[in-house]
Antibody, heavy 122, light 113 residues
Framework: DVRLLESGGDLAQPGGSLRLSCAVS????????MAWVRRAPGKGLECVSS????????YYADSVKGRFIISRDNSKSTLYLRMDSLRVEDSAMYYC???????????????WGPGTLVSVSS | HSVLAQPPSVSGAPGQRITISCTGS?????????VHWYQQVPQTAPKLLIY???NRPSGVPERFSGSKSGTSASLAITGLQPADEADYYC?????????????FGGGTKLTVL
């Protein structure tokens, strides 16, 4: 069974930092692109960042560019999201998701973790 | 606003058929990118419902189906059940964005009356 489990969500102050982790099992982690998707209260889903299997092709949403860093440790089957300069609008449930597809235009998120909650407030 | 446009809400009675539209543009759906659909029941993670425009993952009932034409796509649910009450999102790939190319619609809340 494919399993993804996020951790690291917490209450942080504006301007603060957090590091999210996602431990996976049930598939060959290094072979798949992975992503962080968030859902803020009252809003829809947003893919904030993704990276390919080797970790050398990375995308960031404009809303987090320059503040968040995505990375992966294929030896530990773990995905990370370093979040700096946090803003109130970053408050959301953050999901780790596995990407699947033949080419970029076919990619979809076929497995999701239960999420970890990030709250940014003074 | 979202790159992919969805109606904020739809509703239907048990047993009825509903559809949810997803309207994109020439840089995403119209460019040939696949459309995928997700179901998010309150307080749970999103779940893949339809991938590659009209394919169901194992375990998804045949009551759920997808279609795509031009710059739009639709999700249809037949034989509505109370358990179908959830938020539904379409997703595709956009080749014209400066940020993340995997984009979602704004979501549609389905209410089963």
């Amino acid at each position: 069974d494919v399993r993804l489990l996020e951790s690291g969500g917490d209450l942080a102050q504006p301007g603060g930092s957090l590091r999210l982790s996602c431990a996976v099992s049930g598939f060959t982690f290094r072979n798949f692109a992975m992503a962080w998707v968030r859902r803020a209260p009252g809003k829809g889903l947003e893919c904030v960042s993704s990276l390919n299997g080797p970790g050398d092709m990375i995308y960031y949403a404009d809303s987090v560019k320059g503040r968040f860093i995505i990375s992966r440790d294929n030896s530990k089957s773990t995905l990370y999201l370093r979040m700096d300069s946090l803003r109130v609008e970053d408050s959301a449930m953050y999901y780790c998701a596995k990407l699947r597809g033949e080419t970029y235009p076919t990619y979809h998120f076929d497995s999701w973790g239960p999420g970890t909650l990030v709250s940014v407030s003074s | 606003h979202s790159v992919l446009a969805q109606p904020p809400s739809v509703s239907g009675a048990p047993g009825q058929r509903i559809t949810i539209s997803c309207t994109g543009s020439s840089s995403n759906i119209g460019a040939g990118s696949d459309v995928h659909w997700y179901q998010q029941v309150p307080q749970t993670a999103p779940k893949l419902l339809i991938y590659g425009n009209n394919n169901r993952p194992s375990g998804v009932p045949e009551r759920f189906s997808g279609s795509k034409s031009g710059t739009s796509a639709s999700l249809a649910i037949t034989g509505l059940q109370p358990a179908d009450e959830a938020d539904y999102y379409c997703q595709s790939f956009d080749n014209a964005l400066s940020g993340s190319p995997w984009v979602f619609g704004g979501g549609t809340k389905l209410t089963v009356l």
